[in-house]
Every structure is written in C-alpha cells, then in structure tokens.
C-alpha cells in the first residue's frame, strides 16, 4: 500500500530505511517534544511494529520518502490513541529528519493521511497530540484546518513534570474544510 503525493511517497517499511530511522531518532533535536533518544535497537523496533501495524490494519506509520531522488525523510500516518490518555479515537502524526525541515513536507504527508484516513478507513474523525510546546507541529494541525479546546489539554500521565508533560489535542471532523 503506497500514497503518493505531488511531492512524497508513504511507503511500507524497508530495511534500507533502519540507519536513516535510527539516526533520526538519535537526534536531540528531532527528540525534543518526543522524549528521551532512541537506540538503534529501540529505533528498529519501532519501525517494525509501525510495519506490523500496516500490515495488520491497512493503516499505521507509513515510511516517507521524497519522490524526487527516493530519499527517506521519516514517518507520517495514523496510529490509535495510547491507552491511559484522557481522549480516544485514532490520531495523526508525523516525524521528519531535520533535513527535511522547512519544506513543507510535515503538511503534505499529513494531509494525505488525513485523507485516507477519511476517505478509505471511513474514519468519522482525526485527532493530532502534541506537547504544549511543540509550535512547529501545532503550526502544522493549524494548516491541515484541525481545531483545538483547551479544555482537551491534558498532562501526560507517562511524563513526571517538565516541557514535555502537557499536551494539546486537535481535531478534525471528516467533511470539515
């Protein structure tokens, strides 16, 4: 299964996409709304439980690769809400190397799994979370036309204090412009 975008590829999962993957997670920079960095190890096994995830459900974290020149540039896709947080339903999300920052390639990977995510899984909605800090993917809710209450916002009940522990939810219906 392949979406493909003017400009991007979501994309199964390959093992040429492992090193990439691994250093991308090992990059404090990417990390930081995100938590503690990950070992190489930790890093393919996420990436095979992503691909476990698309073969069993037909949605989950795709790969994203840049058409023009098949770089790998990270993840976008769909992924059920933890067990433990305080909102349900089957959020959006996004994770791209610092290389592909700027680019606007975070927006387009995310409209088009919001799109499939309406169109093919039938889903009635869409939520995205994130720290209270991360701007950029706020930004990036924004421009997909996801709304947020602050009502929602919520302490991650896996994070003991600090930047990382409060997040807002955004959402958006399907058949919303």
């Known amino acids: 299964m392949e979406i493909r975008t003017e400009r991007l590829l979501l994309r199964d999962w390959r093992e040429s996409d492992l090193g990439p993957w691994a250093a991308m997670n090992a990059d404090p920079e990417v990390r930081e709304h995100l938590g503690p960095l990950l070992t190489a190890e930790q890093a393919a096994a996420s990436a095979h439980s992503f691909q476990a995830d698309l073969d069993r459900l037909g949605y989950g974290f795709w790969a994203v690769e840049v058409r023009d020149g098949g770089a790998f540039v990270g993840f976008a896709g769909l992924d059920r809400v933890d067990d433990g947080v305080p909102v349900t339903g089957v959020e959006a999300g ?3 190397a610092r290389s592909a920052w700027g680019h606007g390639y975070a927006t387009e990977a995310a409209r088009a799994v ?14 995205a979370i994130t720290t209270a ?12 036309g996801m709304t947020t209450d602050p009502a929602e916002d919520f302490d991650d009940p896996e994070v003991d204090s600090g930047p990382l522990r409060r997040q807002v939810v955004y959402r958006r219906r399907a058949g919303d412009s």
Request: glycine share 6%.
């Open 114 to 127: 919001l799109r499939y995510g309406f169109d093919t899984v039938g889903l009635p909605e869409i939520l």
């Open 94 to 96: 996004w994770r791209l």
């Open 133 to 144: 800090t991360n701007a950029r993917s706020q930004a990036v809710m924004r421009r997909l």
